[in-house]
């Protein structure tokens, strides 16, 4: 059975970090593309960042330089490190991997930037 558990979301104030981490299982990790989306209130799920199987990664234009990716293979992680939070990153953020038609979710944690 797939399970993609995320973990670290919460309060933060404008200008703070954040820590999602991601834990997957029932399925070969080192093999798929893992990702995080985010899904803002009234808006579509969007593309955060991904990292590719080469670790090579893909980052929104609206989070690049701010937000980084990390995966871990041996533990079967996968991290979104985010700095520097802005109220218009508020979400619910969900861990996402990929490999061809073989698509999974997490159940997604809520972030909020707030004073």
């Known amino acids: 059975q797939v399970q993609l558990v995320e973990s670290g979301g919460g309060l933060v104030q404008p200008g703070g970090s954040l820590k999602l981490s991601c834990a997957g299982s029932g399925f070969t990790f080192a093999i798929y593309t893992m990702g995080w989306y985010r899904q803002a209130p009234g808006k579509e799920r969007e593309l955060v960042a991904d990292?590719?199987?080469?670790?090579?990664?893909n980052i929104a234009d609206s989070v690049k330089g701010r937000f980084f990716i990390i995966r871990n293979n041996v533990e079967k992680t996968v991290t979104l490190e985010m700095n520097s939070l802005q109220p218009e990153d508020t979400a619910v953020y969900y861990c996402?991997?990929?490999?061809?038609?073989?698509?999974?979710w997490g159940q997604g944690t809520q972030v909020t930037v707030s004073s």
């Open positions: 996402n991997s990929k490999r061809g038609v073989d698509e999974f």
């Open positions: 990292i590719d199987v080469s670790r090579r990664t």
